[in-house]
Structures are given as C-alpha cells and as structure tokens.
Nanobody, 127 residues
Framework: QVQLVESGGGLAQPGASLRLSCAASGRSFSIYTLGWFRQAPGREREFVAAISWSAGFTYYSDFVKGRFTISRDIVANAVYLQMNSLVPEDTALYYC????????????????????WGQGTQVTVSS
C-alpha cells in the first residue's frame, strides 16, 4: 500500500507561483513513478507531470512545459510540483498519484494506469 497526501494549494493571482507537495508513505517507492494530475469542474482528469522515483526521469504535459517543474526528495519521501506563471486555466483540483514504473510514455500519462491516489489539493488562479 502507498499513501499519498497533497498540500500547498490555495488562491493565487495570474502570474504568481505555487508549490505543491505530495508526502508519500507506506512502502519502498523505487519501483514507482509519481505523477500529478488535475481536474477542473466539468472536465476530465488530465495529466500534468510525473517523475520516476529511482532514476528521476520526468514527463510533462505540453500545457505546463516550461512553467511547471516536478521534483522528488528521496530522503523526505516527497514529490513537489513547482508551478510558475500561473494562469486561470490552471485552476483545478490537483492530485498526486503513483504507478509502477514503465518505459511507456503513454502509460505514464494515463490516469487509469495509476494505482494509488491522494485526496487532492485545490488550486485557484484568479485576480
């Protein structure tokens, strides 16, 4: 079992930054990839970014590339999502999730592939 707890969401103005954290616990994560997804009201859950725990390979969706950065702290058992240059379209409930690592890029970007999910943290971008 893997437990994931997100934090760091809140209200931000357009152009501002937020840093989301995901505290992971329960077992060794060396075989997992940790990902961030988001879901806005009335929309499907969409992939944001992911990072493989052991090698640190990173994956990004096109709409956050260059603005968001995913990282992990192996000692702290945490994954972070640094979000810069926020826009109103980034408003959503952000989830941390874990999936067994794979070489398939498309698999990593698919929410149905993920086995473990946190409860989510709300990000609202508004002036």
């Amino acid at each position: 079992q893997v437990q994931l707890v997100e934090s760091g969401g809140g209200l931000a103005q357009p152009g501002a930054s937020l840093r989301l954290s995901c505290a992971a616990s329960g077992r060794s994560f060396s075989i997992y990839t940790l990902g961030w997804f988001r879901q806005a009201p009335g929309r499907e859950r969409e992939f944001v970014a992911a990072i493989s725990w052991s090698a640190g390979f990173t994956y990004y969706s096109d709409f956050v590339k260059g603005r968001f950065t995913i990282s992990r702290d192996i000692v702290a058992n945490a994954v972070y999502l640094q979000m810069n240059s926020l826009v109103p379209e980034d408003t959503a409930l952000y989830y941390c999730a874990a999936v067994r690592s794979t070489n398939s890029d498309s698999y990593i970007r698919t929410s149905r592939a993920y086995d473990y999910w946190g409860q989510g943290t709300q990000v609202t971008v508004s002036s």
